[in-house]
């Protein structure tokens, strides 16, 4: 039997067992922020822990300012909706939580992680009787990929897992077991990652990340938001992109149905995310997209999403 200073005891020589550098961490539970990672911790009975109903997004924080973040709190309400989870309190109140806990956080880039979940108080499939909503924001570093990423582009494979049916793909619910499973599967085969193909042939998304492509005439192509995340970085490059048709690098920007063969033929397939931000992708199954080498358009767009971050319109100052 152990006493609760035991338990802090052990909460704490698992974090030393392996350190983690999560920074601050907000939880609606315990009424305010910790910063010592053994204290970031969420009851067992929570609905989100034992039946995945629970839901979250992530943004990014660069140069001690939030990006995008009106964007990334909409999805979440859509997430929040669709889940038939209860808002713990306003928007403008989970929206001062999250800059106050990165303010608490002090870190200045890296990613801020917020979840919903309908609360603790029994194991049943129904939420609890009385359960409140649990709220929890979690500053982090960020997902770091390979430097090989950028310079010599991406692998992918076609995954073997089913994509997951619209109305749940469109949610970012905390049900991310096949995007777990497809990242494994395509690591063991020796790829970076996977891409899910939907029943009818079109392309999907990948684990954490849009796909797009540049199709021979130079067109943007994005798979339509139907059956996969609305990606808040592709859908800020879609706009971003009207650049590109500017100064004639791109004839034009699509977002519709591509099939796999119509991937295939592309002159650059291209990985789109909050943490990956711009990536080619060089190789796919056993096809070589475009040169083999990530192109001029993942270049450009990177760049424009770079600009964006740090001196676009959609930055939340935060006071440290
Ligand atoms: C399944 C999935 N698709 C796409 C994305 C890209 O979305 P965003 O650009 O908002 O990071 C993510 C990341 O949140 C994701 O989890």
Redesign the pocket.
Known sequence: MLSANDVIDQLQALRSKQPVKYTAFYSSQLGGIVTDPALMVIPFDDHMVHRGHGIF???GIVDGKIY?LE??LD?FLRSAQRSKLKLPGSLEQMRDIIVRTTAASGRRDGSIRYWLSSGPGSLDLMPAAGAEPGFFVMIFPGLVYPETFRTQGVRVMTTTYPIKPPLY?IT?TTN?LP?VLMQMEAKEAGFDNGVFIDHDGHVG??????VAFVSKDDVLMHPKFDH?????????LIELAQKLVAHGLLKDVAVAHVTRDAALAAKEMLL?????RVAGIVRWDAHTIGSGKPGPVAAALLQLLEEDMRSGDRLTDVPY
């Open positions: 997004d992530t943004a995008d964007a990334h999805r793909a970012k991310y995007n998304e990948s684990s954490n990340m849009n996969i995340l609305s990606g808040c970085t592709s859908l800020r789109i995310g909050s943490s990956v």
